[in-house]
């Protein structure tokens, strides 16, 4: 019924910049998505949020990605973006789009992966330095 895909993934050099997609595609769900979010995991760690966005609200982020990310949405709510400028070789990870499809917005706070009931199958980003 929830479909997330990403894209953007790839390598880029140390100060570069990439910008991820994720397109959410619904078939007759109940419910539209009321917080929208992206995670992301490195080899032998747990996955981290990054930052998220609630449906008429303004993006939060995590403190290691602030003022270099920023995360957006286009006017139809069908998609979100996450805009990744001055990339650090610690940002390597793959990053998981993740969404909260529900009435009011279930229990959970914006960075628990617990929060969201749909996932996308995630894109690698790989900053070299």
């Known amino acids: 019924q929830v479909q997330l895909m990403e894209s953007g993934g790839g390598s880029v050099q140390a100060g570069g910049s990439l910008r991820l997609s994720c397109a959410a595609s619904?078939?007759?769900?109940?419910?539209?998505?009321?917080?929208m979010a992206w995670f992301r995991q490195a080899p032998g760690k747990e996955r981290e949020a990054v930052a998220a966005?609630?449906?008429?609200?303004?993006?939060v982020y995590a403190n290691s990605v602030k003022a270099r990310f920023t995360m957006s949405q286009d006017n139809a709510k069908s998609t979100v973006y996450l805009q990744m400028n001055s990339l650090k070789p610690e940002d390597t990870a793959i990053y998981y789009c993740?969404?909260?499809?529900?009435?009011?917005?279930?229990?959970?706070?914006?960075?628990?992966?617990?929060?969201?009931?749909?996932w996308g199958q995630g894109t690698q980003v790989t900053v070299s330095s």
């Open positions: 993740a969404a909260d499809f529900s009435r009011y917005g279930r229990e959970g706070a914006w960075d628990e992966p617990e929060k969201y009931n749909f």
């Open positions: 619904t078939s007759g769900y109940t419910y539209s998505w009321i917080w």
């Open positions: 966005i609630y449906v008429r609200g303004r993006p």
